[in-house]
C-alpha cells in the first residue's frame, strides 16, 4: 500500500513538470502556493527506474492541518477518460496534507523524505509561508507488481484542488497529464 501512495504523491508532483501539460485552474485568484519551476527527467514516468527532480514554489499563506488536497485522477483511453477511484485510500482520494506528511514520515521516525531533507525544506505543518526550493534530487519510483504493468501504463490527467476546510473554499487548482510506462 506504501508503494501505491507514493506512486500517487508522485504523479502529483511529476506533473507539473516540462514537458507535461500544466495549468493552474482559472477560478483560483489567490492561490496558497505556487509553483514557480520544475524540471523533470525523464518526461515519461518509468516505473521502477530513476526520476530526477528539482522545484521551487512559493507558499503564500501558512499551510495548517486545515489543508486537504483532492486528486481527481482519470486514465485516458481510446473510448474516453475512466475515472480512477479511491481504493485503499489511493486513486482519486482526498487527502489532510498534514496527515498524509505525518503519516508518511514521523511514524517511520523519519523527520522529512530524503529529497526535501537535503534541501533544508521542512516536511512537517505549518508551512510557513516563504520560498521552498529542491535542488536537483533522483530518486528510484517504485517497481510495478508482476501482472500490473499494463494495467498501470497509459497517459493520465490528474486535477489537484488545495481545499480550506474550514471555509470550504479552494485555495489551489493545478490541471496536469502525466504518462506512465511500466
Known sequence: MRRMLVISVSLALVAVSEGF??????HVKN???SINST?????TLRMGENLTLAFEATVHRSITSKLRVDLTIKKKHWFGNMWI???FKLGSCSYKVCDLLSSMYATKGVQCPLLLDNSNVNCTCPFQPGSYKVEKETFQLPTVPAGFGLAVRGN???EA??????TKKVV?????TVSIKA
Do not use: R
Open 21 to 26: 501539460s500544466y495549468t493552474t485552474c482559472d
Open 85 to 87: 477511484p479511491c481504493l
Open 161 to 166: 484542488k488545495l481545499v480550506d476546510t474550514t
Open 156 to 158: 493520465y490527467t490528474v
Open 31 to 33: 492561490p496558497i502556493v
Open 39 to 43: 524540471t523533470i527527467h525523464p518526461t
Open 172 to 176: 489551489g487548482c493545478y490541471a496536469m
